[in-house]
C-alpha cells in the first residue's frame, strides 16, 4: 500500500507543493525534471516571471537568466547529476515554504565551461539552495556553490580561474540591510508563530553570534558535541571542536572585521534526515586585511554569501554542511588588486 501523506501541523496547504506529497517531494522532483531530465524551459513554469536570484556574483531579476545559466551549466558538465543530501523546510504562511536543499553532485568537465575547454576529469561537490515557493512557484533564491571544490578537482590553479571571472564591475552589494530579528521574519518573510523549533534556532544564532561574530572560538564547546563534524568549503571534512575552530579560522583570519549577518532560518524534524536540522543563510561582510590566504592583502571590501545546514543531536550540534563560493572571494580580491585577465585575454 503507498504511503499516504501526514497532516501537516504546520496548517500548510497543499497547494503549496501541490501535485507532490510535501514540501521535500515537491523540491527533488522539480530539480530532478530540470537538472537531470534535461527539462530546462521547465524553469519557466517553476520560476516566477519576475523570479529573484542571489548568487555569489550578485543578484539576477527575471526567469530568463536562470533558464540561460542552467544551459551553460549543463552544456559544460553533461553527465553531472545532483542528488537531494537533504531539504531542511519551513512554512511560510499556509500556501508557501522556505527550503534549504542541499545538494551532492558528481560529474564530469566535457564541455566548455567558465573555467575553460573541457579537462575530462571528474568532480563531487555540494551546493545548498534555499527557495521562497509560493503556490508552487519559485519567488526568490539564495544559491551557494563549493566551486573551489570544482576547480581543484579539475586541476585548475583556483585564483587564475577567479581572475578569469573576476567581477566586472567590482561586485557591490548582493543583499540589502539584514533581517532585526530573524528568528521571527528573515530575507523569506515570517516564520511560523512562535518559530519552528526555537531552541535550536537560538541554539544556532548563539554559535554565529558568540563565536563566530563574537570570535570566541574558546566557547565552541558550548554549542557543538564532542564528535561534531564540519564539511566546508573546498569539499574539506573536519572533525572535534579544534577541527571546528580551525574552519572559522581560515574563514574569518583574512578578514579580521568581518561580521555574519544571519539572513534567514528554517528548522524541520525529521527521523528519516537525523532529527532536528536548523537551515541558515548567512552573510559576511569584511576587508582583506589579515591573514594573507590569497595573497598581499589589499584592503579591499569582500561579500560572501554562505549557507549552513546544522544537525542537532541531544541538544548539541553533531554536524554541519557549510557552504560557500571561495572563488568569488578570490576574484572579488582580483578586481581589486586589478589582476584580473583583460578581454583582450
Not at 542541499?102 to 564530469?108: L, Q
Amino acid at each position: 500500500m503507498a504511503d499516504t501523506p501526514t497532516p501537516d501541523p504546520t496548517g500548510l496547504q497543499e497547494v503549496a507543493y501541490a501535485p507532490y506529497r510535501d514540501p521535500e517531494e515537491f523540491i527533488t522532483e522539480w530539480t530532478d525534471r530540470i537538472w537531470v531530465r534535461r527539462g530546462v524551459g521547465l524553469i519557466r513554469e517553476n520560476y516566477a516571471a519576475d523570479s529573484i536570484v542571489h548568487g555569489a556574483y550578485g543578484t539576477v531579476r527575471g526567469v530568463e537568466p536562470v533558464v540561460a545559466s542552467t544551459l551553460q551549466k549543463i552544456s559544460a558538465f553533461p553527465d553531472r547529476v545532483g542528488q537531494a543530501d537533504d531539504v531542511v523546510w519551513e512554512a511560510r504562511g499556509d500556501d508557501a515554504f522556505v527550503s534549504s536543499h542541499r545538494v551532492f553532485s558528481a560529474g564530469t568537465h566535457t564541455g566548455v565551461s567558465p573555467y575553460g575547454p573541457p579537462t575530462h576529469r571528474p568532480f563531487v561537490s555540494r551546493t545548498i539552495a534555499t527557495c521562497l515557493y509560493r503556490r508552487g512557484v519559485m519567488e526568490e533564491e539564495w544559491v551557494v556553490r563549493d566551486e573551489l571544490a570544482v576547480v581543484r578537482q579539475l586541476g585548475l590553479d583556483p585564483d587564475a580561474v577567479a581572475r578569469g571571472v573576476a567581477f566586472p564591475a567590482g561586485g557591490g552589494r548582493i543583499l540589502g540591510d539584514p533581517p532585526a530579528d530573524p528568528l521571527a521574519c528573515g530575507d523569506s518573510g515570517p516564520r511560523p508563530a512562535g518559530g519552528a523549533r526555537r531552541g535550536e534556532c537560538e541554539h544556532v544564532l548563539g554559535l554565529i553570534e558568540d563565536v563566530w561574530n563574537g570570535r570566541r572560538l574558546d566557547r565552541v564547546t558550548d554549542f557543538v558535541a564532542r564528535d561534531v563534524t564540519c564539511h566546508t568549503t573546498g569539499h574539506r571534512d573536519v572533525i572535534r571542536p579544534d577541527g571546528y575552530q580551525r574552519t572559522l579560522l581560515d574563514l574569518l583570519a583574512p578578514f579580521p572585521d568581518a561580521r555574519v549577518e544571519v539572513r534567514d532560518v528554517a528548522a524541520h524534524d525529521s527521523a528519516a534526515h537525523g532529527g532536528v536540522r536548523v537551515g541558515v543563510v548567512w552573510f559576511l561582510r569584511g576587508t582583506y586585511g589579515g591573514t594573507p590566504a590569497y595573497g598581499a592583502p589589499t584592503g579591499s571590501p569582500v561579500e560572501v554569501l554562505g549557507a549552513s545546514q546544522f544537525l542537532f543531536r541531544g541538544g548539541r550540534i553533531v554536524r554541519e554542511w557549510r557552504i560557500y563560493d571561495e572563488i568569488s572571494v578570490r576574484a572579488q580580491i582580483a578586481h581589486a588588486r586589478g589582476d584580473e585577465p583583460s578581454p583582450a585575454n
